[in-house]
Nanobody
Framework: QVQLVESGGGLVQAGGSLRLSCVASGNIFRINVMGWYRQAPGKQRELVAVITSGGSTNYADSVKGRFTISRDNAKNTVYLQMNSLKPEDTAVYYC????????????WGQGTQVTVSS
């Protein structure tokens, strides 16, 4: 089992910045990909950004150039630096870890609320 604990959400004005953190604990062996997803009210959960254990990244088009994902493997932590925030970034942000031992399994954090006021 892998446990994920997020922190760093909150209320910010448009144009502001927030940094989300997610710490993984438990059986963290072979966590290949970590990332952030978000879900706004009435919408499906969507990918925001992911990063592999080797450091390769992928971003949703809507956040490219504004958000940066990074990973500290020694601390088992993934970060999401969010700059130039927009009201449409308002959502619950979830940390994800994909562990592949034989097959692959996804783990999720409890979510952290990000609210951007106009």
């Amino acid at each position: 089992q892998v446990q994920l604990v997020e922190s760093g959400g909150g209320l910010v004005q448009a144009g502001g910045s927030l940094r989300l953190s997610c710490v993984a604990s438990g059986n963290i062996f072979r966590i290949n990909v970590m990332g952030w997803y978000r879900q706004a009210p009435g919408k499906q959960r969507e990918l925001v950004a992911v990063i592999t254990s080797g450091g390769s990244t992928n971003y949703a088009d809507s956040v490219k150039g504004r958000f940066t994902i990074s990973r500290d493997n020694a601390k088992n932590t993934v970060y999401l630096q969010m700059n130039s925030l927009k009201p449409e970034d308002t959502a619950v942000y979830y940390c994800n870890a994909r562990q592949c031992i034989g097959g692959c399994r996804d783990y999720w954090g409890q979510g952290t609320q990000v609210t951007v006021s106009s």
